[in-house]
Antibody, heavy 119, light 108 residues
Framework: ELLVESGGGVVQPGRSLRLSCAASGFTFFSRYHMHWVRQAPGKGLEWVAVIWHDGSHQYYADFVKGRFTISRDNAMHTLDLEMSNLRVDDTAVYYC????????????WGQGTLVTVSA | SYELTQPPSVSVAPGKTATITCGGSNIGSQSLHWYQQKPGQAPELVMFYDSARPSGIPERFSGSKSGDTATLTISGVEAGDEADYYCQVWDSDSGQYVFGTGTKVSVL
């Protein structure tokens, strides 16, 4: 079972970036709520967003509302995070993680992708 | 927004017991989970629904809750337990997930 993030890199403040997460090694991707969690350098874990297993609901942390959009493709087993109007304090490793439907704990994490927002 | 508070650090000698606390309002009525994160690695679930151990997690790890405080206890601490530990809950009112501030466990 594997989650692999991609799309990180260096971006200027105010610009946009799209992260992706590819799931493999497990069936029924559509039975899992999928999340993005980030960690700024030397800091703690910070939850970013969730999209429900069927894509019907999305919830966001207050600090990203209106700037980030989470989406998924259950046929392709992929999760995306479209980030716009990026700020310097969005600099972090972004992890993709899953929560089984009916549960509230993260049982599988990717290795993360680093986003650096810098002029 | 909901907050979970943890001590920044805990130091423990090998073979002894490490106790990591997580405090939050009305935490007694919420399902709480714990994660271990070693340097340069992704977090790993070590306790879920307060006191359930995922497959592969040693029995040395246990969880409990009392009042507004949850506790992760590591008995017979080993050098390999040195890591950051985070508690986490789901805030059903907002649909948001919340992590604690994190505790660095150092093995002396």
């Amino acid at each position: 079972e594997l989650l692999v993030e991609s799309g990180g890199g260096v971006v200027q403040p105010g610009r946009s970036l799209r992260l992706s997460c590819a799931a493999s090694g497990f069936t029924f991707f559509s039975r899992y709520h999928m999340h993005w969690v980030r960690q700024a350098p030397g800091k703690g874990l910070e939850w970013v967003a969730v999209i429900w297993h069927d894509g019907s609901h999305q919830y966001y942390a207050d600090f990203v509302k209106g700037r980030f959009t989470i989406s998924r493709d259950n046929a392709m087993h992929t999760l995306d995070l479209e980030m716009s109007n990026l700020r310097v304090d969005d600099t972090a490793v972004y992890y993709c993680a899953r929560v089984p439907n009916g549960y509230t704990s993260f049982d599988l994490w990717g290795q993360g992708t680093l986003v650096t927002v810098s002029a | 927004s909901y907050e979970l508070t943890q001590p920044p650090s805990v130091s423990v000698a090998p073979g002894k017991t490490a106790t990591i606390t997580c405090g939050g309002s009305n935490i007694g009525s919420q399902s709480l989970h714990w994660y271990q994160q070693k340097p340069g690695q992704a977090p790993e679930l070590v306790m879920f629904y307060d006191s359930a151990r995922p497959s592969g997690i040693p029995e040395r790890f246990s969880g409990s809750k009392s009042g507004d405080t949850a506790t992760l206890t590591i008995s017979g601490v080993e050098a390999g337990d040195e890591a950051d530990y985070y508690c986490q809950v789901w805030d059903s009112d907002s649909g948001q997930y919340v992590f604690g501030t994190g505790t660095k466990v150092s093995v002396l």
